[in-house]
């Protein structure tokens, strides 16, 4: 008895409608049916791969039957997509399910699938990097990183329209303004309340009232929280938008005239950085100094003392990993901040390199240094244009490699514990090897692709010679 049910189990399938075809799946390899999920796209993937989505926890690739069958009506408005397990969840794109039967016929005839065929086809299988390979290239970062380079970098950001900057390393994460903030009782102009992140809640300032400017300001989408720490204790600084990360020689820094230090008092700014030839001046602010007022530093340090008492530290852990997220083409992307030098705007003008490939924009003077600008969305194959006000240029620097990639606009800095980082799908290969792995932060229902510097550009350097020797056909194969 036993085994006439395995047997009916074995030879039952899904019949699934495809452009208005039926076509069946073995059931025993259907894990289960759902709607359609929020997805990411990924560049550079194949045509059918519709992109990445979260399945709680899960970084599923979904997968376009339409594409893989070669149907050219794409999915209704009542697809679903079927989840089957091929040692971690795929998604199948389809317009609805027919039946579920023991024959594979149903009221009509349908088409078996070779599922392993089609993706084989479409997909390959790709060699997992390997951990340690992650773990060397972070390391080799990190030794870029604290080269000794007489540079200090910053974090440079706006506060009711002037310029003012922290040191990076002081900078715990930039993040964008939360939706719920808890306001304080009989708190003065410089408490803006109390906000969560990822499990701290931390004290919310206005850089704008501890500095005494109290007009001129913007809000709105563009305002951020600068996560910093002052004593023991993480505390977000409202500030009206975030502008670039900047890595200045230290000889472009100078010490605070002694006026500003106010008599007797610290200041808070401890130095000033001259940009463009001098003709723009950021202040350096210190943290140390920032806050001023006893009892609000007492507040801090007494909300520092009871993260600890509840076990929640708010020392950043050695497992958590800094990234710089920028915008491209609508989804979300990330970078290692040890791999990136600065973020600056983009120029007004580029100078035009004859014969370059269309991804090159041009080349840019950057202190002295010339830089090769390079537009990610032409190299993503992206449709859209970014605002051109908006766009920034990251300087991507590993070894002796440097390079600018044009974004439509950087957000934040974030600090992703590595419990939230997935691996990139095994489907999501080819042509997307540099996407190195997905940031899933599931509570905030955000999937940040995090890319391979080092293969960034690599490709960069690859599609150059490529371009190269389509301009010369004769050129022999190396």
């Known amino acids: 008895m036993a085994e006439a049910a395995f047997s009916a189990v074995a030879q039952s399938f899904l019949t699934v409608q495809v452009g208005g075809e039926r076509f069946a799946i073995p059931a025993s390899d259907v894990a289960e049916v759902i709607r359609p999920p929020a997805v990411t796209r990924v560049p550079l993937g194949p045509a059918s791969l519709v992109g990445v989505a979260n399945l709680r926890g899960a970084v599923m690739p979904v997968v376009s039957l339409h594409s893989l069958l070669g149907v050219e009506k794409k999915p209704s408005a009542n697809a679903r997509v079927v989840v089957v397990d091929r040692g971690a969840p795929v998604g199948l794109m389809i317009d609805g399910v027919a039946s579920l039967d023991t024959s594979g016929d149903g009221d009509a005839p349908a088409r078996m699938i070779d599922l392993d065929a089609l993706l084989l086809r479409d997909f390959g299988r790709f060699a997992r990097r390997s951990r340690h390979g992650q773990d060397a290239s972070a390391n080799a970062f990190r030794e870029q990183s604290d080269a000794a380079r007489d540079e200090t970098a910053l974090v440079c950001f706006v506060v009711g329209n002037q310029d003012f900057a922290l040191p ?32 701290h809640l931390l004290p919310l300032l206005s850089l704008r009232a501890l500095l005494a400017l109290h007009a001129g ?70 943290t140390e100094h920032l806050v001023r007022d006893q009892a609000l530093t007492e ?24 990234f710089i997220v920028f915008r491209l ?3 979300e992307y990330g970078l290692p901040v040890a791999s990136v030098d600065e973020v600056v705007r983009m120029p007004e003008t580029l100078a035009r390199l004859p014969k370059a490939p269309d991804f090159i924009e041009g080349v840019m003077n950057l202190r002295g240094r010339v830089l090769p600008v390079i537009d990610q969305r032409r190299r993503f194959r992206f449709e859209e244009r970014g605002e051109r006000r908006r766009e920034r240029v990251v300087v991507v620097r590993i070894e002796h490699m440097l390079a600018g990639f044009v974004v439509d606009g950087v957000s934040e800095v974030l600090r992703i514990p590595q419990s939230l980082l997935r691996p990139t799908p095994d489907l999501a290969g080819g042509g997307a090897q540099a996407i190195d792995r997905v940031a899933n932060i599931e509570i905030e229902g955000r999937m940040i692709l995090l890319l391979n510097p080092r293969e960034l550009l690599d490709r960069a350097e690859k599609d150059l010679l490529a371009a190269m020797d389509g301009d010369n056909p004769e050129r022999p194969a190396s």
């Open 217 to 286: 300001g913007r809000t709105g989408s563009r305002a951020r929280v600068v996560v910093v720490r002052i004593g023991a204790g993480l505390v977000g600084l409202a500030v009206d938008g975030m502008k670039e990360i900047l890595r200045v020689p230290s000889d472009d820094i100078d010490p605070v005239p002694a006026i500003l230090t106010r008599g007797s008092a610290e200041a808070q700014i401890q130095g000033i950085c001259r940009l463009e030839g001098g003709k723009r001046l950021v202040s350096i602010l210190s």
């Open 299 to 322: 507040q801090i340090l007494s909300r520092a003392e009871n993260d600890h008492a509840m076990g929640t530290s708010s020392d950043p852990s050695e497992a958590d990993e800094q």
């Open 168 to 199: 990076l390393a002081s900078v715990h994460e930039v993040v964008a303004i939360p939706s719920g903030i808890t306001a304080l009782p009989q708190a003065d102009a410089v408490t803006l309340g109390v906000m969560a992140l990822r499990g």
């Open 329 to 331: 083409g609508g989804e």
